[in-house]
């Protein structure tokens, strides 16, 4: 199966924003399930007997490790970069933000969708 450059990000993307909480067992076909190529997702992922025992982080660096797209590396890249800043700095200011009733929204997780 052939995928293009373009349908490829959303691919990664759907790792990247799986949720945390899913079992490690089922983090593979959970994430795939919430993508358009679902078998492609799964044959890729699982083609790496680490991955069976890997996070979100683990799944995604494993799929930059395998690509030879530049285009492909970089939006990747880029992503990983936004999912980080989100989850360690933009997160973490809105719980303590709702937490205070203070609900003024910021542009840093915007960038992600």
Known sequence: MHLSVRGMPLLFSS?????????????IADTCKKTEYLDFCIST?????????A?????????????EDRGLKQSLAICVSLYGD?????????????????????TGTNALF
């Open 15 to 27: 790792v990247l924003f799986t949720l945390t909480y899913c079992s490690l067992a089922d983090l």
């Open 45 to 53: 992922l699982r083609s790496n007997p680490d991955s069976k025992a």
């Open 55 to 67: 996070d979100v982080e683990g799944l995604v660096n494993d799929l930059l490790r395998k690509t």
């Open 86 to 106: 989100a989850v360690n700095f933009d997160i973490p200011r809105a719980i303590q933000s709702v937490g205070k009733d203070n609900f003024t929204a910021r």
